[in-house]
């Protein structure tokens, strides 16, 4: 609840100072390069990772991203570069980006 609160002051100060979601650096940011480069930005950490599947754990849910010869090429506490032949990506509890 406590955290609850926390969130959504924190969403109206942004929204008071006309500042973008992602300026406290809590919002997942997913910038896709062509279709061989993803990063995410601002995970909460791994919860699979293979070849063909990266599970991220997000405030808003788990980032299921699908390919092929994945590979987390930097990781970092907040970062994930992932390479490899991106086929989508999409919140598998929060609605969808990407693929259906």
Same mark, same amino acid.
């Given at each position: 609840?406590?955290?609850?609160?926390?969130?959504? +002051?924190?969403? *109206?100060?942004?929204?008071? &100072?006309? &500042?973008? /979601?992602?300026?406290?650096?809590? $919002?997942?940011? !997913? =910038?896709?390069?062509?279709? =061989?480069?993803?990063?995410?930005?601002?995970?909460?950490? $791994?919860?699979?990772?293979?070849?063909? &599947? $990266? %599970?991220?754990?997000? #405030?808003?849910? !788990?980032?299921?991203?699908?390919?092929?010869? +994945?590979?987390?090429? #930097?990781?970092?506490? #907040? %970062? /994930?570069?992932?390479? *490899? /032949?991106?086929? *989508?990506?999409?919140?598998?509890?929060?609605?969808?980006?990407?693929?259906?």
């Amino acid at each position: 609840m406590r955290m609850a609160k926390h969130h959504k +002051l924190r969403k *109206g100060l942004l929204r008071a &100072l006309d &500042l973008p /979601a992602d300026a406290d650096g809590s $919002v997942i940011r !997913v =910038t896709m390069i062509g279709n =061989t480069d993803l990063l995410v930005e601002n995970h909460a950490g $791994v919860i699979r990772y293979n070849d063909d &599947l $990266v %599970r991220l754990q997000s #405030e808003y849910g !788990v980032l299921r991203i699908e390919g092929r010869g +994945l590979q987390l090429s #930097e990781f970092g506490q #907040e %970062r /994930a570069y992932i390479r *490899g /032949a991106v086929f *989508g990506w999409r919140y598998e509890d929060a609605g969808g980006c990407g693929i259906p």
